[in-house]
């Protein structure tokens, strides 16, 4: 049965709805959320927020806590080969480090109510992105300084602005990211500037290292402004404080002098510093290259989601056990 009482109410079978009533809700609702946006109130797991802010979100913390893991397997793949015990344990600690971050950031996903098998279901089956630049190979001792200046920078600089973004949990897990990714930063760039001081051969594999990172870090950042179809309503939410070339420029201007400190050449012929804007000028990145290893094309896609998918099938013993400890101590 349903009937209609003014403009307010439809009665149906034995559930009455006031129409109104729920629009004005909603409305209240949106408005609750909106204001804590403008006045700079975090948003907590527990608060409604609108479906699409649960979604970005959930699309773009996910993602962050992929490329936390999937970028140990560059790194990892030095460890047993590295140069003294004391770069050994450096390295381990870092890539551990990644291995906890990841873990911060599929905890915040979830409490957007997203199960974290669910997340990595989604990372397996392509459905769910990681960084581009995790898709390139590690082919010399002097890449795991570069990581750590250019790649962790590159987050650092990303980091330090989602650190103040409008979701609770997520800022929160930024700001103690962004610690340690300041002491892979700075391990990184010692590295490097160790090797810029040792013998000819060790600065040109620092340099050939510089060439071929430069440009996939600067792609980190994400598309162009006038090519990024989430900013506009990620920086209305505060999910996103700065959009992506605002960042990718900030991170040139803090980058490029520490490369000049040690010796090494950015490799861009365009680059000048531009006395007017305060800024570097810089040359043009290859947007096919970006869109290509974002598509799964990139020279390291297919091994970087292999390898996930067999740790995660080679662990699936250890999750069983745990559930069956889990079951047996709930009794
Ligand atoms: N790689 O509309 P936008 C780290 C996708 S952590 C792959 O501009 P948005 C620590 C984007 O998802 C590094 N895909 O997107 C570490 C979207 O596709 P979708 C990770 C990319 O979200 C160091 C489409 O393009 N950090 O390095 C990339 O507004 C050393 C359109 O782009 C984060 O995830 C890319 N580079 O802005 C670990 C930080 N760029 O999803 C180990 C959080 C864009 O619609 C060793 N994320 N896409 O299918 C963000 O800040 C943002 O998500 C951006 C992209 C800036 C990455």
């Not at 709805?17 to 797991?45: C, H, N, W, Y």
């Not at 001081?197 to 792609?219: F, H, V, Y």
């Not at 680059?271 to 290509?292: C, K, V």
């Not at 996930?308 to 699936?316: N, Q």
Request: aromatic share 10%; proline share 4%; net charge positive.
């Amino acid at each position: 049965m349903a009937r209609n009482i003014g403009v307010h109410t439809v009665v149906t079978g034995f559930s009455i709805k006031f129409v109104g009533m729920e629009t004005m809700d909603l409305a209240q609702r949106e408005k609750t959320f909106e204001d804590k946006i403008k006045s700079g109130i975090k948003i907590e797991p527990k608060d409604w927020m609108p479906d699409r802010y649960r979604k970005q979100l959930i699309r773009m913390m996910s993602q962050h806590a992929h490329s936390e893991i999937v970028g140990m397997l560059p790194e990892g793949n030095w460890i047993t080969r590295a140069p003294s015990l004391s770069r050994k344990l450096t390295l381990l600690a870092k890539v551990q480090d990644e291995a906890g971050h990841g873990l911060y950031i599929y905890s915040a996903t979830e409490t957007l109510g997203i199960d974290r098998l669910e997340m990595i279901s989604q990372l397996h089956t392509g459905k769910a992105k990681y960084s581009s630049i995790f898709n390139y190979p590690t082919t010399n001792w002097a890449d795991i300084g570069t990581i750590g200046w250019l790649v962790d920078g590159a987050a650092i600089v990303n980091q330090t602005a989602l650190a103040k973004c409008s979701y609770g949990p997520y800022s929160r897990a930024m700001i103690r990211i962004c610690k340690e990714e300041n002491f892979h930063n700075k391990q990184g760039y010692q590295l490097l500037a160790h090797m810029m001081e040792g013998t000819k051969q060790q600065r040109d594999m620092a340099q050939d290292s510089l060439n071929r990172w430069w440009w996939p870090s600067l792609m980190m950042f994400g598309p162009s402004d006038k090519d990024s179809p989430n900013s506009a309503e990620l920086m209305r939410w505060k999910v996103k404080m700065h959009s992506n070339d605002f960042l990718r420029q900030r991170f040139i201007d803090r980058t490029v002098p520490q490369a000049e400190a040690i010796g090494l050449r950015i490799p861009d012929p365009k680059l000048r510093w531009n006395e007017e804007t305060q800024h570097y000028d810089w040359g043009e990145i290859d947007w096919d290259e970006f869109y290509t290893v974002i598509k799964g094309n990139g020279p390291c896609n297919r091994q970087r989601m292999q390898a996930r998918v067999d740790a995660d099938v080679r662990g699936r013993w250890v999750r069983k056990a745990a559930e069956a400890y889990a079951k047996k101590h709930m009794n």
